[in-house]
T-cell receptor
Framework: AQSVAQPEDQVNVAEGNPLTVKCTYSVSGNPYLFWYVQYPNRGLQFLLKYITGDNLVKGSYGFEAEFNKSQTSFHLKKPSALVSDSALYFCAVRDPDTGRRALTFGSGTRLQVQP | DADVTQTPRNRITKTGKRIMLECSQTKGHDRMYWYRQDPGLGLRLIYYSFDVKDINKGEISDGYSVSRQAQAKFSLSLESAIPNQTALYFC????????????FGEGSRLTVL
């Protein structure tokens, strides 16, 4: 089975400070990993993905994520947070080796960036 | 215009009523999905379809049914709505490649009284 955990319901950070939103996953094979963002009253938007290759993946709006196979983690990071980054962030995983053909999402982490 | 359009955006209904949520897309994608969002639970997969003749159950398909009327249209039905089906429902699409990202609609907020 494939699963993903986001251990923090909410992350608070001051504008200009670095931010990290945590994600750990569980799959039987090599994972495909994704981050999505949801702004209020909107659908989810794709931020970035890891399929293979470099462990550090860069995405939209200055976000990046680091794939760590030994720790089964895929934490989302940004060097300098903006107030406009405040939103709900979802990590998602797919295990291509199981034949499961859709993404499994985490429970979400609300990021609050204070001015 | 949005690439993935959901109707209605908001609906209040009563227990036992039949409800249909509709999704249409202009992205030309073969793959379509219905997810349900509940606070603290994230998104859970209800049904997905990889083409018009391919319909698959997700994690929480009980109490729901779907219809893929055309490549561009994927409808979700609640035959007899119950209060614990109150949630935000999202339709999403993806392209042919398994590594492709999902494109989401704006969501349909359903309240069952």
């Amino acid at each position: 089975a494939q699963s993903v955990a986001q251990p923090e319901d909410q992350v608070n950070v001051a504008e200009g400070n670095p931010l990290t939103v945590k994600c750990t996953y569980s799959v039987s094979g090599n994972p495909y990993l994704f981050w999505y963002v949801q702004y209020p009253n909107r659908g989810l938007q794709f931020l970035l993905k890891y399929i293979t290759g470099d462990n550090l993946v860069k995405g939209s709006y200055g976000f990046e994520a680091e794939f760590n196979k030994s720790q089964t983690s895929f934490h989302l990071k940004k060097p300098s947070a903006l107030v406009s980054d405040s939103a709900l962030y979802f990590c998602a995983v797919r295990d291509p080796d199981t034949g499961r053909r859709a993404l499994t999402f985490g429970s979400g982490t609300r990021l609050q960036v204070q001015p | 215009d949005a690439d993935v359009t959901q109707t209605p955006r908001n609906r209040i209904t009563k227990t036992g009523k039949r409800i249909m949520l509709e999704c249409s897309q202009t992205k030309g994608h073969d793959r379509m999905y219905w997810y349900r969002q509940d606070p603290g639970l994230g998104l859970r997969l209800i049904y997905y379809s990889f083409d018009v003749k391919d319909i698959n159950k997700g994690e929480i398909s009980d109490g729901y049914s779907v219809s893929r009327q055309a490549q561009a249209k994927f409808s979700l039905s609640l035959e007899s709505a119950i209060p614990n089906q109150t949630a935000l429902y999202f339709c999403a699409t993806s392209g042919f490649m398994d590594t492709g990202e999902l494109f989401f609609g704006e969501g349909s907020r359903l309240t069952v009284l």
